[in-house]
């Protein structure tokens, strides 16, 4: 079952940083160069130069992976960063507003999570992962013996019950407080660090007989923890159990919080046979009742009130606004025969595997997409991408519901590339896990 522990979490001392915005950062797969030379700008102890440092004229002996090395150990020695003197659990609260204009919180708490293997069901993948960024995380675990980055886990929890057990304690404990200012500076973050052994034991007790918990995000992460862990096992293999290695930093979500929020990715694509919004509509009317609205928010409102039963997509070519929803399902099953009834059912396997593949004959219905294929989250931007020339069509997604989560991954199956988005991203910085030693 779900085995968690508090844990003695590096964190920053807040005598010596004392805006602690300054030197939170995003997950290193959410950050470009642009951003990171922001980030090293804010603040010479910013969490970016360890999670994802700039690269130089690398060599052996000096790259971001020693210089991460070297940063966390003279932070460490000078007490920016501090090692917690005895076990913790740390709790999160984002407050955000979703592009509807709806305002959200969504409670996390942070754990040692014991490593497993995917086929023991206990916790379940639903996207791929490659090899480049499970290579670089590996390299980063290896040279500081630390986890980092948070991997983002949803538990069942259909009645909220480890929420109620930690609002008593975020009602009567003041947070620390933090804004992460470079990409999404909106969410404000509030932590607490929960030091109260009784409250930490009743959390570790509920969680216990968990099952099919499911990443929502840190694929690729928590791969690299089984790596490391499966390295280390070779290197000791008379390590105790409470190894540090055997555990992985995360952070948890009830799939029952209010405050979860998945937001859809829509997608742009460049036609390179130069084919019109009209041409590419009567190719999809064999499959989809193609219906044109007025306008932008006559489109986006039918997409909203859309059956889910029925995959509805808006469409825009520069000119026309069309709503495309799906008649039957039967051409899933000629198409992807090979994946459960779960799979099929999801609006982006049906937008790659029938339009995007089969009609525009673009990507191969797995995740990895023609270059001519961009994923956008900002629907505005996407607009004005096409409106600009820089794309020929919009294709407008509705979310993924949490429900189709949970089908896709009890059925084994991982979903299409950029099939969730759950806002927001775990901020980094806030508390990290040492894999050296025993976990306390």
Same mark, same amino acid.
């Given at each position: 079952?779900?085995?968690?522990?508090?844990?003695?979490?590096?964190?920053?001392?807040?005598?010596?940083?004392?805006?602690?915005?300054?030197?939170?950062?995003?997950?290193?797969?959410?950050?470009?160069?642009?951003?990171?030379?922001?980030?090293?700008?804010?603040?010479?102890?910013?969490?970016?130069?360890?999670?994802?440092?700039?690269?130089?004229?690398?060599?052996?002996?000096?790259?971001?992976?020693?210089?991460?090395?070297?940063?966390?150990?003279?932070?460490?020695?000078?007490?920016?960063?501090?090692?917690?003197?005895?076990?913790?659990?740390?709790?999160?609260?984002?407050?955000?507003?979703?592009?509807?204009?709806?305002?959200?919180?969504?409670?996390?708490?942070?754990?040692?999570?014991?490593?497993?293997?995917?086929?023991?069901?206990?916790?379940?993948?639903?996207?791929?992962?490659?090899?480049?960024?499970?290579?670089?995380?590996?390299?980063?675990?290896?040279?500081?013996?630390?986890?980092?980055?948070?991997?983002?886990?949803?538990?069942?929890?259909?009645?909220?019950?480890?929420?109620?057990?930690?609002?008593?304690?975020?009602?009567?404990?003041?947070?620390?407080?933090?804004?992460?200012?470079?990409?999404?500076?909106?969410?404000?973050?509030?932590?607490?660090?929960?030091?109260?052994?009784?409250?930490?034991?009743?959390?570790?007790?509920?969680?216990?007989?968990?099952?099919?918990?499911?990443?929502?995000?840190?694929?690729?992460?928590?791969?690299?923890?089984?790596?490391?862990?499966?390295?280390?096992?070779?290197?000791?293999?008379?390590?105790?159990?409470?190894?540090?290695?055997?555990?992985?930093?995360?952070?948890?979500?009830?799939?029952?919080?209010?405050?979860?929020?998945? *937001?859809?990715?829509?997608?742009?694509?460049?036609? &390179?046979?130069? %084919?019109?919004?009209?041409? !590419?509509? $009567? #190719?999809? =009317?064999?499959?989809?009742?193609?219906?044109?609205?007025?306008?932008?928010?006559?489109?986006?409102?039918?997409?909203?009130?859309?059956?889910?039963?029925?995959?509805?997509?808006?469409?825009?070519?520069?000119?026309?606004?069309?709503?495309?929803?799906?008649?039957?399902?039967?051409?899933?099953?000629?198409?992807?025969?090979?994946?459960?009834?779960?799979?099929?059912?999801?609006?982006?396997?049906?937008?790659?595997?029938?339009?995007?593949?089969?009609?525009?004959? *673009?990507?191969?219905?797995?995740?990895?997409?023609? &270059?001519?294929? %961009?994923?956008?989250?900002? !629907?505005? $931007? #996407?607009? =004005?991408?096409?409106?600009?020339?820089?794309?020929?069509?919009?294709?407008?997604?509705?979310?993924?519901?949490?429900?189709?989560?949970?089908?896709?991954?009890?059925?084994?199956?991982?979903?299409?590339?950029?099939?969730?988005?759950?806002?927001?991203?775990?901020?980094?910085?806030?508390?990290?896990?040492?894999?050296?030693?025993?976990?306390?």
């Amino acid at each position: 079952m779900a085995t968690i522990l508090p844990f003695r979490g590096i964190r920053y001392d807040t005598d010596k940083i004392k805006d602690l915005s300054l030197v939170i950062a995003q997950p290193y797969d959410r950050i470009g160069k642009a951003q990171q030379g922001t980030y090293y700008r804010q603040h010479p102890n910013n969490f970016v130069r360890i999670d994802y440092g700039a690269a130089e004229p690398d060599t052996p002996q000096d790259n971001v992976y020693t210089r991460a090395r070297d940063y966390a150990a003279a932070w460490l020695s000078a007490g920016v960063l501090q090692r917690e003197r005895r076990p913790c659990l740390y709790v999160l609260e984002q407050t955000f507003t979703t592009p509807d204009g709806q305002t959200h919180t969504r409670r996390a708490f942070t754990a040692a999570l014991q490593l497993t293997e995917f086929d023991e069901g206990i916790i379940l993948p639903h996207e791929r992962t490659f090899s480049g960024p499970k290579a670089d995380r590996l390299n980063l675990t290896r040279a500081t013996q630390a986890a980092w980055g948070h991997i983002f886990i949803l538990y069942p929890d259909a009645q909220n019950r480890v929420n109620s057990l930690l609002q008593p304690f975020v009602e009567r404990v003041a947070p620390m407080t933090a804004r992460e200012l470079v990409i999404e500076p909106a969410v404000q973050q509030r932590f607490w660090v929960l030091d109260d052994p009784s409250l930490q034991a009743a959390i570790v007790e509920e969680m216990a007989p968990k099952r099919s918990l499911v990443i929502a995000d840190g694929h690729h992460r928590y791969e690299t923890a089984l790596n490391y862990r499966a390295e280390m096992c070779a290197q000791y293999p008379a390590a105790p159990a409470d190894a540090a290695f055997n555990y992985a930093l995360a952070t948890f979500v009830s799939m029952s919080d209010p405050g979860l929020v998945v *937001l859809p990715t829509h997608r742009l694509v460049r036609d &390179d046979q130069g %084919r019109s919004g009209a041409e !590419v509509l $009567a #190719a999809l =009317a064999p499959y989809f009742d193609v219906r044109p609205v007025a306008g932008r928010a006559e489109l986006e409102a039918e997409l909203r009130q859309a059956s889910p039963d029925h995959p509805a997509f808006g469409f825009y070519d520069g000119h026309q606004y069309t709503l495309l929803v799906l008649r039957s399902f039967d051409i899933m099953a000629e198409l992807a025969l090979e994946h459960t009834p779960a799979w099929r059912a999801l609006d982006v396997a049906v937008l790659h595997k029938v339009i995007l593949e089969r009609i525009l004959g *673009l990507g191969d219905g797995s995740g990895h997409d023609a &270059d001519n294929i %961009r994923y956008l989250r900002d !629907v505005n $931007a #996407a607009y =004005a991408a096409v409106e600009n020339g820089e794309a020929g069509f919009l294709f407008v997604l509705n979310p993924t519901r949490m429900e189709q989560v949970n089908a896709c991954t009890r059925s084994g199956e991982k979903m299409p590339q950029k099939s969730t988005d759950f806002y927001p991203k775990m901020v980094g910085g806030l508390v990290a896990l040492s894999l050296a030693g025993s976990i306390n």
